[in-house]
């Protein structure tokens, strides 16, 4: 059985930080990402890693706040988020693919087979 868990959500002031971590079990993954969704508003690509390249994807968004890291333990992902906004509100989501991926193919939510329950995140101005 695959399972995401999330951690790491709160409540932070606009220009403060915060990190969240998800912890991947199950099976192996090639690619790990974080989406997030606000109130009202649709899932959006947030950050993924690919493990074999190493590479990292970012909106852009968040580029330069946000940083995406794998853990030393396998499956695991860590989203660094720091000069919070208001507009970073949102519940944050975990998701992993199984498939390698590559650039705009890793924003894509569709890519990802399994998702966490998601861990919420509150920016307060």
């Known amino acids: 059985q695959v399972d995401l868990v999330e951690s790491g959500g709160g409540l932070v002031q606009a220009g403060g930080s915060l990190r969240l971590s998800c912890a991947a079990s199950?099976?192996?993954?090639?690619?790990m990402a974080w989406f997030r969704q606000a109130p009202g508003k649709e899932r959006e690509f947030v950050a993924a890693?690919?493990?074999?390249?190493?590479?990292?994807y970012y909106a852009d968004s968040v580029k330069g706040r946000i940083t995406i890291s794998r853990g030393y333990a396998k499956n695991t992902v860590y989203l660094e988020m720091n000069s919070l906004k208001s507009e970073d509100t949102a519940v944050y989501y975990c998701?992993?693919?199984?498939?390698?991926?590559?650039?705009?193919?890793?924003?894509?939510?569709?890519?990802?087979?399994?998702w966490g329950k998601g861990t919420l995140v509150t920016v307060s101005s």
């Open positions: 890693e690919v493990w074999v390249s190493s590479s990292a």
């Open positions: 199950g099976r192996t993954f090639s690619a």
């Open positions: 998701a992993a693919s199984p498939s390698y991926c590559s650039g705009g193919g890793c924003r894509a939510a569709s890519v990802y087979n399994y």
